[in-house]
């Protein structure tokens, strides 16, 4: 059978398309393939170049005030470095565009996936959208993903499978609605069992300007409860990791592709880079160093400069000087830290660990082994204050890091958000971070944008050669800023003077 494997376009105000790896899909194709299907995936989002400029939706209004007009990009870099965002897009084709490439693939089955509840919606308008045209009337519609995951109930009209959590299993399900349709019972949910073992996937992407980047994930599941975290609700709690042996030999095709496309594009020196994807691989030390060793050993014998990644975050906690010595020897290009939150009575009511020692240590090692670090924390936390989050934000401006801001959003299922009904009556786009929607009820929308536009200073004043002048500057401006709350930017300036920062 043909299936067509499917990640919808998203409509937000940015999007990462180098981390639209669709591993998830890809899991399934590998599987699915192995017994005997034809798969073809189709990764919306990431097709163009970038995104199409389109209208804030109505229930978005709410953020125009924040939203840098375009007469804005006449200013100064330093003011437009350090905004909210300035237009609404749409990553991926138009919905009719979307169902004319899903049809030329002649499908017998479409695999419709929802990587977050916050595209819910664009999700069911393209399973409605299939679903209502006569050509697809004999295609099975299947649904699933993290997002279709957390309120399976929500999809089943539109689609004649609701898959909930991983998906590997529910081949057979798919297959015996494909061989006997009339049996098949419209909009049912399932919930397979994991599969005993996952494949070793990857995304290859690459550009002369620079080289080859592949993208995985090698681990699922996770013992820890962290209150904002859905992961268990898809993977549950016990972590399970892809066999050594198997990563190894997919290392292998891994680097074939490489040298295949670049003898095929003639690229004179071959550069790899490796995002992991992994919530938490350093549970699994050992395995992780001897899968880099081997990485790189095997790269280097192909002669290809390795450098890796893992962009989804690394636990601090779990980290100590002479690991990170050996991971920045088997090529570490970048630390991307998981603060989470630093209050310490905060840190309790999310179940986390933490210590600013710790993470002081660790910053500051990775400044003497040239490891540039960004470190995130989520803002909008329940019982989070404004001063508490200006504090966060002066703190890591005196550390030699760059700050990734999180604003906080819910996913139906949660321990604080059990109430799945309140979710079916909120357009899902109010999940996405970037909505700024005061969900826990401690920083306003205005308060979660000025954490968001103080993060965006603090980098913006590390990385210029002239700090102080342009503080000074910065400071004058914001405070003529409307849209700001105008005392946690004075908070931030006055901490921040005292601070000073280390990053140069
Ligand atoms: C990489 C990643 C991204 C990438 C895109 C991923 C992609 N799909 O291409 C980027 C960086 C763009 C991204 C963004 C966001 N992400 Co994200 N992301 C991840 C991350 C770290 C890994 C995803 C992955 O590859 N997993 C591995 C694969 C194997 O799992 P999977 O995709 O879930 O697929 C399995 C099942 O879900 C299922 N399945 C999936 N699709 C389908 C389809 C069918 C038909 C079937 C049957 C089954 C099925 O089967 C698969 C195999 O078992 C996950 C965390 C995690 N551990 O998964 C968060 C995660 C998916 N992200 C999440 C969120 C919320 C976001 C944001 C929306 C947050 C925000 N700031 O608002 C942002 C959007 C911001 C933006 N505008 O860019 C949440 C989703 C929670 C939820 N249920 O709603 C997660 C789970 C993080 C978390 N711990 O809570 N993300
Ligand atoms: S945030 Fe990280 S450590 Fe916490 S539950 Fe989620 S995956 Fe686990």
């Given amino acids: 059978m043909k299936i067509v494997l499917v990640q919808p376009s998203v409509e937000d105000f940015y999007f990462t398309p180098h981390r639209s790896s669709v591993l998830g899909l890809r899991s399934l194709a590998a599987l699915w393939e192995k017994r005997g299907h034809q798969c073809h995936i189709v990764n919306f989002p990431t097709e163009g170049r970038k995104g199409k400029k389109i209208p804030l939706p109505a ?35 138009s919905m009719d565009a979307c169902i004319r490439r899903i049809w030329e693939l002649k499908p017998d089955a479409v695999a419709v996936s929802c990587f977050a509840w916050s595209y819910a919606e664009i999700t069911l308008n393209l399973l409605k959208s299939i ?12 649904t699933g993903g993290p997002g279709v995951t957390v309120m399976p109930e929500y999809f089943s009209r539109a689609a004649d499978l609701v898959v909930s959590g991983e998906g590997e299993n529910s081949i057979e399900e798919i297959e015996r609605y494909l061989t006997l349709p009339e049996s098949v019972e419209r909009g049912r949910i399932i ?18 300007k620079r080289g080859f980047n592949a993208t995985t994930m090698l681990t699922r599941g996770c013992p820890k409860m962290c209150s904002f975290c859905s992961n268990h609700l898809i993977f549950g709690n016990s972590l399970r990791k892809i066999d050594l042996k198997q990563v190894l030999e997919g290392i292998d095709d891994l680097i074939a592709e490489v040298l295949e496309k670049s003898r095929s594009q003639d690229y004179s020196n071959i550069k790899l880079h490796v ?14 160093l001897d899968l880099l060793l081997c990485l790189k050993e095997k790269c280097s014998r192909n002669k290809i400069v390795f450098t890796f990644t893992v962009e989804n975050g690394i636990d601090y906690m779990l980290l100590k000087k002479d690991y990170l010595k050996q991971l920045k020897d088997l090529s570490l290009s970048q630390l991307n830290i998981s603060l989470g939150v630093m209050d310490p009575e905060q840190l309790e009511l999310e179940r986390r660990t933490g210590s600013l020692e710790k993470l002081e240590t660790i910053i500051s090692y990775s400044k003497d082994l040239n490891i540039p670090v960004i470190t995130y924390f989520i ?17 890591l401006h005196g550390q030699s890091t760059i700050i990734g801001i999180s604003l906080y959003y819910p996913v139906p299922g949660l321990s604080d958000w059990q109430d799945r009904e309140l979710f079916k ?9 970037s909505s700024a929607a005061p969900w826990n009820e401690s920083l306003s929308t205005k308060e979660l944008i000025t954490a968001f536009r103080l993060a965006r200073t603090s980098n913006y004043i590390k990385k210029s050669t002239m700090e102080r002048s342009v503080a000074a500057n910065l400071e ?16 931030f300036f006055e901490q921040s003077t005292k601070v000073g920062n280390i990053i140069n």
Wanted: glycine residues 4%; contains cysteine.
């Fill in 131 to 142: 679903k209502n045209s006569n050509i697809f009337k004999k295609v099975l519609l299947i």
């Fill in 59 to 93: 229930n978005l209004e709410y953020l125009r005030p924040y939203m840098c007009s375009n007469k804005i990009k006449k200013q100064t870099k330093e003011i437009s470095d350090t905004t909210y965002f300035r237009n609404y897009y749409r990553f991926g084709p």
């Fill in 275 to 288: 995002n992991f994807e992994d919530d938490n691989i350093l549970f699994y030390k050992q395995y992780f």
């Fill in 191 to 208: 919930i397979p069992e994991p599969p005993d073992n996952f494949p070793f996937v990857w995304n290859l992407t690459n550009s002369r």
């Fill in 476 to 491: 004058y401006k914001l405070l003529q800023d409307k849209t700001l709350d105008k005392s946690m930017v004075e908070r």
């Fill in 425 to 433: 009556n909120i357009p899902s786009n109010l999940c996405c971070g």
């Fill in 379 to 395: 803002c909008g936390l329940k019982g989070d204050t404004p001063e508490k989050v200006v504090d966060t934000i002066t703190y």
